[in-house]
């Protein structure tokens, strides 16, 4: 049985084609409908339905990018377009997207059954043709694919460097190129912007990256291929001399093109960078660093931009005098458990970063990372937790970052926040003894009681109990346990009849005079009176 999709902005169309039909009869059957290009998209990933019935304009993307993108996921997905537009570049345009049927609305269900029986008819012949070498063939196109990716993921990951150095014979046997020995780069763009922290705004910007490089490129290079690491593209470049000018005007284009796509999603910016082209494939490592070097300056030059040519290093800014400065003031900032000095030192180090005359993306990008390191490394000599994802979860958001402002806020949010926590749990660690101390006191304070005995409890030495106890309450040991006695006198005074010689015995002291003598300086009353005065 054939798996139809039904994929309309307008619900009741889709409705409408579903009861339209007599599914059975044609043996097929309707697996999933869809309101928008994004989820029918999604749903063609899910289903891999045999025919598609869509709309050629939708919301998301429209009827002739579904069909494209479509066939990228199933080639043998066919496609019925349903459209109120009888504008003759839309037929034209299904028609070279290889559309079996072009429908205008209001629908005839003759017409589309005719249509459909057209298709099941096709894909029966098919089904008959499609022989043991074709099924073959088809695997080792798929594991071609794969072969490519690995190959310029190892490159981009600096995995295998070994392999660039084989010859390039090899390198198009074992991978499945046809790179000819002219010249090589590569380039990335970088996609910026908070909307790309939704997968399918991502998945959209993603398909059409692929959509407009494939088309652009066509006719000007030998080989490309390319992969994406979250908003980021690797693009490898195989093209001859003469193209060289043409394959720049090209990257220009595209991401020009880029940026208009972008325009229908909020905050969102583009920049390329082309790394050094080169004549061996053996540079391009050196092709990479350069395009990164390039991308990272973003952050100060501004996104939108084609960056390319040799990126200029200059003097690290950690062996700065402000850097050092910073990494003192910083250190001594997170020994005190508080938040403000913290964030103090980090919004001097940005200003001071920010107004430095010079400054690289690169240099900025790095500083981060120090600031990070810093952080974590001062915080184990200090014996205080922190996230174990910490590092790695910073590196995730700093990369979505397209500006040195924007970055240096995120890092100043992401330590603080960081930090807070983490001192507010080594505070409560610290207090633990004191909470045991005083819970000590509370069950044995009609006991004689040393400090050499709740420090045993609390499994401390008594001096360093003695110390931390008083920093934490404001009183010795002693004077504590006095003032839970004394207030549990002034409760037993006021609410029962017992005797003062009793209530004495019952808050841990064997002399009358000295109870009473310690009552009245705490109270300013004796026992007597202010039992007359409060009971």
Not at 190 to 208: A, H, P, Q
Not at 356 to 371: C, Y
């Amino acid at each position: 049985m054939l798996k139809v999709l039904i994929a309309d902005d307008e619900r009741k169309v889709c409705q409408l084609i579903e009861r339209l039909v007599d599914w059975p009869n044609l043996d097929m059957k309707v697996v999933a409908t869809a309101e928008n290009g994004i989820e029918a998209l999604e749903r063609i990933k899910e289903y891999r339905p045999d025919i598609v019935i869509t709309d050629i304009r939708m919301p998301g993307y429209d009827g002739l990018d579904l069909i494209r993108l479509g066939k990228e996921i199933n080639p043998r997905t066919e496609f019925i377009i349903i459209s109120g537009y009888r504008h003759f570049e839309y037929a034209q345009s299904a028609i070279r997207y290889g559309v079996n049927a072009y429908i205008l609305k209001p629908i005839k269900k003759e017409e589309l059954t005719g249509a459909l029986k057209k298709l099941g008819g096709k894909f029966l012949e098919e089904s008959r043709q499609l022989s043991y070498e074709e099924q073959i063939r088809r695997t080792l196109k798929t594991d071609e694919g794969t072969l490519r990716q690995t190959f310029l993921s190892d490159l981009v990951c600096r995995r295998n460097k070994e392999r660039l150095l084989f010859p390039l014979e090899q390198i198009c046997r074992e991978f499945h190129f046809s790179f000819h020995p002219d010249l090589f780069a590569l380039a990335i763009l970088k996609m910026d912007g908070r909307v790309l922290d939704n997968s399918e705004n991502l998945r959209f910007m993603s398909d059409k990256v692929r959509s407009i490089l494939e088309r652009l490129l066509a006719g000007f290079v030998h080989e490309y291929e390319i992969m994406n690491d979250g908003s980021a593209f690797y693009l490898l470049l195989n093209f001859e001399e003469q193209q060289k000018n043409n394959v720049r005007r090209q990257l220009k284009g595209f991401l020009d093109e880029m940026r208009i796509q972008g325009d229908i999603l909020k905050d969102f910016s583009a920049t390329m960078a082309l790394g050094t082209i080169c004549q061996e494939l053996s540079c391009l490592d050196s092709s990479l660093k350069n395009a990164r070097l390039w991308i990272e300056e973003r952050l100060v030059s501004g996104t939108g931009k084609l960056f390319e040519g040799e990126f200029l290093r200059q003097n690290p800014f950690s062996e700065s005098a402000l850097f050092l400065e910073f990494n003192q003031k910083m250190s001594q900032a997170l020994e005190t458990l508080e938040v403000f000095p913290v964030r103090e030192a980090m919004m001097e180090l940005k200003s001071g970063m920010l107004s430095r005359s010079g400054i690289t993306g690169h240099e900025i990008l790095q500083m981060a990372k120090e600031v990070c390191n810093l952080y974590l490394f001062s915080m184990k000599n200090f014996k205080i937790r922190v996230e174990d994802d910490f590092l790695e979860s910073f590196l995730i958001g700093a990369d979505n970052c397209a500006s040195s402002e924007e970055l240096f806020d995120y890092l100043i949010r992401k330590v603080t926040a960081s930090y807070e926590k983490a001192a507010r749990l080594k505070r409560q660690d610290e207090n633990r003894p004191i909470r045991i101390v005083k819970q000590y006191v509370a069950e044995h304070y009609q006991e004689p009681l040393t400090l050499e005995q709740v420090s045993s409890a609390a499994a401390l030495s008594p001096a360093y109990l003695s110390t931390v106890f008083k920093k934490d309450t404001g009183m010795t040991f002693l004077e504590y346990l006095s003032k839970v006695r004394m207030d549990t006198a002034k409760r037993l005074l006021k609410e029962t009849n017992r005797t003062v010689a009793d209530i004495c015995g019952l808050v841990g002291y064997n002399d009358v005079r000295h109870f009473t003598k310690t009552f009245t300086k705490y109270s300013g009353l004796k026992p007597n009176e202010y039992r007359k005065l409060y009971s």
